[in-house]
């Protein structure tokens, strides 16, 4: 052993706790050592093996290059290089150090499985079976090689093989989650679904409290789509076996599936406290705190996951999402950028870049969209249409996982519920059942309703649309969460229109023929920034149904308290650097007026407080800014009691929040930008007969906020009169949008 006595000695202790599992215990030991004898090569393996083996793979970094400078011979040392690079997405590296390790050591097992996982990785499933075999020779009772190899045997398309291996294992039970789940692969290989399913419930009556089994029977549920029976069997099979990592990471990912955020977050932490080298977990569980608004931590999660374990697309565009929804369009633009792939295209064209002021020209979402649009023309499945006897009612089918209270439902019910009966037939398919009001008058419209869990498969979705016969398929998810537009892209009806629901630009999906959208939106010369064809209605491109529950429009409040009153109810990720000079420069000329901000992610103590800091860096005065996170649906329309104008973000312009603040009396100030999303709320406006409420540019928009509150008996008669402005107006005509979307269906279906 190189090194000195003091340092001898905490590095045998070390070891002794490293024996018995105290990985944690031993680190300051083998720290201290490191720290006495910086030459110590042993001290440095370990402490290197110890980092890895509790996740912090981002700080094992140094003490394995010592050790691989003091120990150059030590296959462990260039095991741990190959399996650090391995982790990290870096295959050549990994390839590297697994080789060295074999050099120094030809029955190193752990090198030989890391090449035969590179191997599958690749698609090259036989030299994987071979590699593992071989492994499993120099470590016959090792369960997890034999699992794996069962697993290679599958991508092999070897399946008696592999469920030859995976049987004993299933009743073994050394690794039930595992076990489980490679055995379940592997029946589905060898019989099918049919036959998977009648296996799988034949074993599981033999032992139906054997985790391994249940967690088989959970996999195969998961697969054909039914992710609520599936997440009854992981709680089972968590019960049996608690600390199973495979078991926990169904059940974790079975509750994100079904959006039970909160009882999600605590089995993914348990996992990723497991295993904290499964990109997936670390990820997944990154998204769950986004999901529960938990910004920062979210934030955190993500860059350590990117420090230790890495960059890879999904990492990147899951980081970019917590980034934009913090209010951070830069930092997401660059998350955006090196995230790479498909998920930069769709972000560059819905997520981020409608937020980014540079990103969300009409030219650069235009090239995102044709981008993306080449990419998903890859691999389309044919397409054979239903005949249609002539002269039927057409059928028309809604795709939506928010049939419902959300801006999908509140913008689109009264048109749906106004179309034709004699001409529509309507068919709903639900990617997500909502219980509320809205929901049940979607469900009263609909002439049939289609339910799919939220694991439905992809497969399944496009067979189930195509099995309807449908005419025209309207989108009203789009890229957005729990949405399958992109199944949309096999085409499923003979005319796809996309509408309500993520629409922040062209959807840039093969095969999706129109895009609804009105002169406001999309006036004329804006045909080559969008991969559909337009579809203009002669109103809005909408039709808003006002709240049953909205309290009365009260009096202008400025006329009480002696000064005026600003708010924005707005997402964070609309507030950009601009909109916030825009707002300091009209508080600094009114030094006596307020600025009242709502939104979730104000909520979030870290993102308020960094938030506060951009915004004091602006010139905002923080004494009249007042921050409120989330309410309740009808405490934030009774908020707008509070404030006599709404200034409007931008780039991306609000929808919903214009059309809450017009219905509670408040008028909306707008700054008019280029792409879709920048245009909604001049077209909201310009239904309700105020265009003059849009203006061209910041200096006009700040000119503008002046001007209105300078005469504020006008702004109390516009305020007094603005709900029943509104009801009259073509925004909130259900009968008149519904005879117009009518028109405009026949003009697709004539025109497909």
Known sequence: MDGLPGEASAFQAALVLLREGRTQDALPLLEAALEEAPWHGLAALNLAMARMDLGRLDAASGPLATALERLPHHPEAHFRRGRLAHLRGQAEAARQGYEAALVRDPGHVAALCGLAELARAEGRAEASVTLLREALLHAPQDEGIALELARAHVAANQPAEALALAAPLLAREGAPGLAGVVW???????????????????????????????????????????????????????????????????????????????????????????????????????????RLHRLAEAAEALRATLADLGGDERTHATLALVLVSQGLQEEARIATEAAGGENALVHALCNVGPYHPDMATSKALGEAARALRQRLSQGINPYVPVARPPGERLRVGLLSSNLGRHPVGWLTLPAIEHLSREEFEVVAFSLTDREDPLARRFRARAD??????????????????????????????????????????????????????????????????????????????????????????????CCYVPPDRAPDVSPLPALARGHVTFGCYNNLAKVTPAVLSAWARILAALPTARLVLRTHALGDDPTRAAFLERAAALGMPLDRLELHGAVPHEVLLAAYGEIDL???????????????????????????????AGRHALSHLSNVGLPDWAVPDEEAYVAEALRRVADLPA??????????????????DGPRFGQNLGRALRQAWEQR
Request: proline share 6%; aromatic share 8%; with cysteine.
């Open 448 to 541: 049939r309703w289609i339910s799919f869990e939220p694991g439905a498969r992809d497969q399944l979705v496009l067979e189930r649309l195509r099995a309807e016969a449908l005419d025209i398929l309207i989108d009203l998810s789009g890229h957005g969460q729990g949405g399958r537009v992109r199944v949309l892209r096999h085409r499923a009806a003979p005319v796809q229109i996309k509408w309500v629901g993520s629409q922040s630009a062209s959807s840039g999906v093969p095969n999706m023929d129109w895009m609804l959208t009105d002169r406001w939106e999309t006036p004329e010369g804006f045909e080559p920034h969008y991969t559909e064809r337009l579809l203009r209605m002669p109103d809005g491109y």
């Open 715 to 732: 702004l109390a008669e516009l305020r007094a009169g603005l709900r029943a402005r509104m009801a009259a107006s073509p925004l909130c």
């Open 184 to 290: 379940s692969e592997a029946v589905l290989a060898r019989e099918g679904p049919d036959g998977a399913r009648a296996a799988s419930e034949a074993a599981l009556a033999e032992d139906p409290l054997s985790p391994a089994r249940i967690a088989a029977h959970a996999t195969l549920l998961d697969a054909f789509g039914q992710t609520r029976e599936g997440l009854r069997h992981w709680h089972l099979a968590e019960a049996l076996a608690p600390e199973d990592v495979a078991i926990l990471s169904g059940l974790a990912h079975g509750l994100w599936r079904e959006r039970a955020y909160k009882a999600a977050l605590p089995v993914f932490e348990r996992a990723v406290a497991l295993a904290p080298g499964e990109r997936s977990l670390r990820v997944g569980h990154g998204e769950i705190l986004f």
């Open 646 to 676: 709404s200034l409007d973000p931008f780039p991306y312009t609000g929808g919903l929040t214009v059309c809450e603040s017009l219905w509670m009396g408040v008028p909306v100030l707008t700054k008019v930008s280029e792409g879709f």
